[in-house]
């Protein structure tokens, strides 16, 4: 069936290098995706979001890159500081549902002091 | 900031007792959506709701389960019949719009004994 999955469960990386979390994803038809920050114990926290009809979303520090003609999404993130420690989801959505979102397998990011 | 909040935080039930996990979506929001994630493993989806009925639900969301929106405030995920396999987190989310991002609440942590 069409899902959503990660490439590496775990990333360990320096404070103050750039991450790069990668998700590959297989539905087609889907036009919108988010990147979901998770800290034990809580509730996935948003990133940032891109529309299928974007190749590339800036944030404060965060960097999404949609690839529609491989079904890549990446989430760059840069300086990573200790706070950025979590596990990272990526999510999309079908453009023909509600709203309902389908989640990958998340990669914990751990960065070292 | 506004906030999904979900009570209770831990809800322990023995197996076969019905528990009813209840949700404040923002007030704005008209999408309401309840997810799970069982210990380790991805956020999946159960169930949207809009305009008072379901919108669209997942394979996962039978019979045992139900919504309801009982006044203009509150957003509630009742299962029947408890299973240990129902043993998870349930996050609440809401969204303004079918398109936009969805925020989540900080889950209640299910444990059925």
């Known amino acids: 069936g069409e899902s959503v999955g990660l490439h590496l469960p775990t990333l360990s990386v320096q404070e103050g290098d750039n991450s790069i979390i990668n998700c590959a994803y297989s539905n087609s038809a889907s036009d919108y995706f988010i990147w979901y920050k998770q800290e034990s114990g809580k509730g996935p926290q948003f990133i940032i979001d891109?529309?299928?009809?974007?190749d590339k979303r800036q944030g404060q520090r965060v960097t999404v890159l949609l690839n529609k003609t491989v079904k890549h999404l990446s989430l760059q993130i840069a300086a990573t500081q200790p706070g950025d420690s979590a596990v990272y989801f990526c999510?999309?959505?079908?453009?023909?549902?509600?709203?309902?979102?389908?989640f990958g397998k998340g990669t914990k990011l751990s960065v070292k002091p | 900031e506004p906030e999904v909040t979900q009570t209770p935080s831990h809800q322990v039930t023995q197996m076969g007792q019905e528990v009813i996990l209840r949700c404040v979506p923002i007030?704005?929001?008209?999408?309401f959506y309840w997810y799970r994630q069982i210990l380790g493993q991805k956020v999946e989806f159960l169930v949207s709701?809009?305009?008072?009925?379901?919108?669209?639900k997942s394979e996962i969301f039978d019979d045992q389960f139900s919504v309801e929106r009982p006044d203009g405030s509150n957003f509630t995920l009742k299962i029947r019949s408890t299973k240990l396999e129902d043993s998870a987190m349930y996050f609440c989310a809401s969204s303004e719009a079918r398109g936009s991002e969805a925020f989540f609440g900080q889950g209640t942590r299910l444990t059925v004994v």
């Open positions: 007030s704005n929001h008209l999408y």
């Open positions: 709701f809009y305009n008072n009925e379901i919108s669209e």
């Open positions: 891109i529309r299928s009809n974007m």
């Open positions: 999510a999309e959505r079908d453009r023909g549902s509600q709203g309902n979102l389908i």
